[in-house]
């Protein structure tokens, strides 16, 4: 009798094209050299200086989270939304990206339509990969533990961070501080700062998230030097204030030395640190700020952890390997030490059928 291993194999990658069929993928890079030495930039805002240290290597999104990531996250979650994830302004200002139908217990929501002919050059402005936006710290923390626990309908309050109150604003909002075994979290400033600036090839930082420490300039993505970002410099870079994004990633010649793209620009993007008594930080400059924002030595210090703007968004960071590379990863070993053990059995049961047809022979 075969061995039945390759039926759970096949049963196994059936549920997870199943489970990953309405999954978002969230592109990660690696940062390592762990335990390297911090920045000596002194803070123009604060004074403060030695950032960018961070002990153990991870990963960070290459890109700031979607407005089609985020939606997938909201049809996950939000069908009755008490902690109000989506904001109407999403839907009624030109900012936003995100539409939502539908009443509390049903609602569904959608990325925006393209709005006709409000792109650079008259073409096509799309939402689904602008980087999402009017979005508070506690929604970052609660897209995050959705992603720690596996999508789908995972719990939002609890898994790498924990939010105490069943509340909008979560009654141990200031005590908040990422959970042991973390699998997705928000970066903190050091572990962004690190992702943005850190060169480590040289062990040196770098003024400006697009590997120089030359001022960038404010191009297009179709015309990328190698050295620009979506930020205010004689004007938008889009021309067009009403529609000022530019998709997570096109800058693709203008990433940092660990291949992240729009760490300056486009959206503010909130970090996990505390930065002042009830407040948390921002980092990276955006569409509508000077090009100073963007620099290593402009540390923006104070948001309201329940705020919304139009111009701040996020990215995620993992725990390395992956989790699901190592959930992946366990399963192949599984399958191998059940394949082995098939054989083995397949083995055994050969030599005794032999054994037993010898012994019939002699008789």
């Given at each position: 009798m075969r061995c039945p291993y390759w039926i759970f194999a096949t049963f196994f990658l059936a549920a997870v094209a199943a489970s990953n069929a309405s999954a978002i993928a969230i592109q990660t890079v690696q940062v390592g050299v762990p335990g390297n030495s911090p920045d000596t930039e002194v803070m123009t805002t604060d004074g403060t200086t030695g950032y960018g240290s961070v002990a153990s290597s991870y990963r960070i999104g290459s890109t700031e989270v979607t407005n089609a990531q985020y939606v997938e996250f909201l049809n996950s979650v939000g069908r009755v939304d008490p902690f109000q994830?989506?904001?109407?302004?999403?839907?009624?200002?030109?900012?936003?990206?995100?539409?939502?139908?539908?009443?509390?217990?049903s609602y569904t929501y959608s990325v925006k339509p393209n709005a006709i002919g409000q792109g650079p050059g008259g073409t096509d402005y799309t939402y689904a990969d602008k980087p999402v936006n009017y979005v508070s710290?506690?929604?970052?923390?609660?897209?995050?533990?959705?992603?720690?626990?596996?999508?789908?309908?995972?719990?939002?309050?609890s898994g790498a961070y924990t939010l105490l109150g069943g509340t909008i604003i979560p009654t141990?909002?200031?005590?908040?501080?990422?959970?042991?075994?973390?699998?997705?979290?928000?970066?903190?400033?050091?572990e962004w700062y690190k992702a943005a600036y850190?060169?480590?090839?040289?062990?040196?930082?770098?003024?400006?998230?697009?590997?120089?420490?030359?001022?960038?300039?404010?191009?297009?993505?179709?015309?990328?030097?190698?050295?620009?970002?979506?930020?205010?410099?004689?004007?938008?870079?889009?021309?067009?204030?009403?529609?000022?994004?530019?998709?997570?990633?096109?800058?693709?010649?203008?990433?940092?030395?660990?291949?992240?793209f729009d760490q300056g620009g486009n959206v503010w993007e909130l970090h996990e640190t505390i930065t002042a008594p009830g407040m948390r930080g921002v980092r990276g400059g955006t569409y509508d700020g000077e090009g100073f924002n963007l620099a290593a030595s402009h540390r923006a210090i104070?948001?309201?952890?329940?705020?919304?703007?139009?111009?701040?968004?996020?990215?995620?960071?993992?725990?390395?390997?992956?989790?699901?590379?190592?959930?992946?990863?366990?399963?192949?070993?599984?399958?191998?030490?059940?394949?082995?053990?098939?054989?083995?059995?397949?083995?055994?049961?050969?030599?005794?059928?032999?054994?037993?047809?010898?012994?019939?022979?002699?008789?």
């Open positions: 994830l989506y904001l109407p302004v999403m839907t009624t200002n030109s900012w936003g990206g995100i539409i939502r139908d539908g009443v509390s217990g710290w506690y929604d970052s923390l609660r897209f995050v533990n959705w992603l720690h626990n596996g999508q789908g309908n995972g719990d939002t309050e141990n909002g200031d005590a908040i501080t990422r959970n042991p075994g973390a699998r997705w979290f928000l970066p903190s400033e050091n850190f060169d480590g090839t040289t062990g040196t930082y770098f003024d400006y998230p697009t590997g120089t420490n030359n001022n960038p300039n404010n191009n297009l993505p179709s015309a990328d030097t190698g050295n620009s970002a979506n930020f205010l410099a004689g004007g938008l870079t889009t021309g067009n204030e009403p529609y000022p994004f530019t998709d997570a990633g096109d800058y693709s010649l203008s990433s940092s030395p660990f291949g992240t104070a948001v309201s952890p329940s705020g919304h703007a139009d111009n701040i968004g996020f990215r995620v960071a993992s725990a390395i390997p992956e989790p699901s590379s190592a959930a992946l990863c366990l399963v192949l070993v599984a399958l191998a030490l059940e394949s082995r053990k098939c054989r083995r059995r397949a083995s055994i049961a050969s030599e005794v059928q032999s054994i037993a047809v010898a012994n019939k022979a002699k008789r």
